[in-house]
T-cell receptor
Framework: AQKITQTQPGMFVQEKEAVTLDCTYD???????LFWYKQPSSGEMIFLIYQGSYDEQNATEGRYSLNFQKARKSANLVISASQLGDSAMYFC???????????FGAGTQVVVTP | DGGITQSPKYLFRKEGQNVTLSCEQNLNHDAMYWYRQDPGQGLRLIYY???????QKGDIAEGYSVSREKKESFPLTVTSAQKNPTAFYLCASTHPLGGNYGYTFGSGTRLTVV
């Protein structure tokens, strides 16, 4: 069975600083996909970034980067230059082979302060 | 624009009633999913369907039912057997290629038992 662990229930970060959100996972699959989603208070799920288990390079999308350490089974999200609009809940998720049903972590609440 | 439409946005249910949540997509995606989210928690999979006229139970299917008569539609019925239905419900679909194309989510339905 797959399991996603996000150990940081909440964190404060100052505007313009970088923040790292932790995510570890457990799976026996050799091929899988890792995702990060942002959920603002409105409830919508916003796709941020994807990392395939066979991708050698860490994924980046604008201010978001994924620090993928396969041997340690971790997929931390780094948000650079935090903005007030980054305040939201952030979820790490995994799916087998990069598609199929998503398994979510419990999430990390991020609050960006001026 | 393509996307997923969930309706209604808010739904109130009396004890003992069945209610149906609508999910429609115009993305031509084969796979569709229903997730439940309780306050401050991650998403849990209720049901999913990979093709028309076929669906599988997720992790918390008890008290719920679904149908998939058309590719575009995947309605979820919350039955009176669901003991604690108050939650936020999200519908999603997957691009056939999965991976970096991600999962598209609807804007959700907040169900409250009164």
């Amino acid at each position: 069975a797959q399991k996603i662990t996000q150990t940081q229930p909440g964190m404060f970060v100052q505007e313009k600083e970088a923040v790292t959100l932790d995510c570890t996972y457990d799976t026996s699959d050799q091929s899988y996909g890792l995702f990060w989603y942002k959920q603002p208070s409105s409830g919508e799920m916003i796709f941020l970034i994807y990392q395939g288990s066979y991708d050698e390079q860490n994924a980046t999308e604008g201010r978001y980067s994924l620090n993928f350490q396969k041997a340690r089974k971790s997929a931390n999200l780094v948000i650079s230059a935090s903005q007030l609009g980054d305040s939201a809940m952030y979820f790490c998720a995994m799916s087998p082979r990069g598609w199929g049903k998503l398994q979510f972590g419990a999430g990390t609440q991020v609050v960006v302060t001026p | 624009d393509g996307g997923i439409t969930q309706s209604p946005k808010y739904l109130f249910r009396k004890e003992g009633q069945n209610v149906t949540l609508s999910c429609e997509q115009n993305l031509n995606h084969d796979a569709m999913y229903w997730y439940r989210q309780d306050p401050g928690q991650g998403l849990r999979l209720i049901y999913y369907s990979q093709i028309v006229n076929d669906f599988q139970k997720g992790d918390i299917a008890e008290g719920y039912s679904v149908s998939r008569e058309k590719k575009e539609s995947f309605p979820l019925t919350v039955t009176s057997a669901q003991k604690n239905p108050t939650a936020f419900y999200l519908c999603a679909s997957t691009h056939p290629l999965g991976g970096n194309y991600g999962y598209t989510f609807g804007s959700g339905t907040r169900l409250t038992v009164v």
